[in-house]
């Protein structure tokens, strides 16, 4: 399977900076009707966010838009690799709309009566903005028409995510979530994971990760246009740690597996004084929302360097200080947990065996059978048009 860079999409930033000037400008000759715009919060229903930095071309405007998002952070290396790799490969007009931070364990979670800031951010070759809510949020705002100037794009791609998301994971997956939302709204939708170690992996495995399903994207996004890509449907893509050893594609079913939640006490003398500050910020966040509560809490995300996937810390009673007050601390670690389960068409099955699992996932809790032979057809048709 090989690709090819048809085109370079960049655009220089002086081009941008006029662009912006001259917009600035025709908004300054409407005299007192502009005036004060800057200092209100309000939401415009007239014009979008990115009507001032989406320069394009005839060229451009003749492409279908992919929108694409992830749960690991806008700055994460899967995220770059593979926004690159559209770019590239200039099949599409490529717009994101990832979260500022973390939120790959977000599921799909949504902020709800509290601001999202939405800023313009810089990749190469796309229209990109870094929001600070979830995946979810973050799909949810693209496709609502406030962000962007348009409301639909072709096709949603949620990825790369750093860690599978098989089994039980597609709940606590932010990853996941993002494509979910998307066809929720009707949107075709892909999700992608990488199965990562970290006594193993380095950031450059994203590359390879995008080499090894590029060609199935490329083949969504010719057949989304020809209304032969399967519907009612997302597809969960899973792909092993070493990505360019994979055995192939597997098309499988969703497993049962999953990670085992395991809450450890933590002395507050010994382990949380280094995390008051972050803790007190959160609280204060979460007492805005809850006033009238008599606790709340207040959670972070940590990586660690233990075998386990991923680490919260966790703090009770946000809001009235109180020295009599009874606060206990907790860690929640998500450790290993091995299966028996020898079905080779399971997806947690599948990627130890070394395959690129690919799990339609439906917004049924049990996908029907003609959705599972439609994806199966299609990702036959696709791998075998593709080499």
């Given at each position: 399977m090989t690709t090819s860079a048809v085109k370079n999409n960049f655009l220089p930033q002086a081009l941008?900076?006029?662009l912006q000037e001259v917009l600035l400008s025709r908004?300054?000759?409407e005299g007192e009707k502009s005036k004060g715009a800057d200092e209100s919060t309000e939401p415009s229903s007239s014009t979008s966010l990115s009507d001032s930095v989406e320069p394009t071309s005839d060229?451009?405007?003749?492409?279908?838009?992919?929108?694409?998002t992830n749960g690991d952070g806008f700055e994460s290396p899967g995220l770059t690799y593979l926004v690159e790799a559209l770019v590239r490969e200039g099949l599409c007009n490529v717009h994101v709309c990832a979260p500022q931070s973390d939120k790959s364990v977000s599921g799909h979670s949504v902020t709800f009566r509290e601001t999202v800031a939405a800023c313009y951010a810089e990749i190469n070759g796309a229209t990109a903005f870094e929001v600070s809510g979830t995946p979810a949020d973050c799909v949810?705002?693209?496709?609502?028409?406030?962000?962007f100037s348009w409301s639909?794009?072709?096709?949603?791609?949620?990825?790369?995510n750093k860690g599978s998301s098989c089994g039980h994971h597609t709940i606590y997956s932010g990853v996941v979530a993002g494509a979910r939302e998307a066809l929720m709204s009707g949107v075709p939708s892909i999700s992608i994971s990488l199965n990562w170690k970290k006594d193993e992996n380095q950031d450059s495995d994203f590359k390879d990760a995008v080499t090894v399903c590029l060609p199935l994207i490329n083949a969504a996004i010719r057949d989304i246009q020809k209304g032969v890509f399967p519907k009612s449907c997302l597809l969960n893509i899973d792909i092993p740690t070493s990505p360019l050893t994979n055995k192939g594609f597997k098309l499988t079913k969703q497993s049962m597996w999953r990670s085992i939640p395991s809450w450890q006490a933590i002395s507050?003398?010994?382990?949380?004084?280094?995390?008051?500050?972050?803790?007190?910020?959160?609280?204060?966040?979460?007492?805005?929302?809850?006033?009238?509560?008599?606790?709340?809490?207040?959670?972070?995300?940590?990586?660690?360097?233990r075998k386990n996937l991923e680490v919260v810390e966790s703090v009770g009673v946000a809001g009235k200080s109180d020295s009599n007050r009874s606060v206990k601390y907790?860690?929640?670690?998500?450790?290993?947990?091995?299966?028996?389960?020898?079905d080779d068409d399971l997806d947690f099955r599948a990627l130890q065996n070394g395959f690129v699992a690919i799990t339609p996932l439906s917004l049924s809790p049990h996908i029907e059978l003609e959705t599972q032979t439609a994806a199966s057809e299609w990702i036959s048709a696709a791998l075998h048009t593709e080499q």
């Open positions: 941008v900076s006029n908004k300054a000759g060229e451009d405007n003749l492409k279908p838009l992919v929108l694409v949810s705002l693209a496709l609502s028409g406030a962000l639909k794009p072709l096709l949603v791609i949620s990825g790369i507050a003398n010994k382990s949380v004084g280094r995390f008051m500050s972050n803790q007190q910020s959160l609280g204060m966040q979460l007492a805005q929302l809850s006033r009238d509560a008599s606790a709340a809490g207040a959670a972070r995300r940590l990586t660690t360097q907790f860690r929640l670690e998500f450790l290993d947990k091995e299966h028996d389960d020898m």
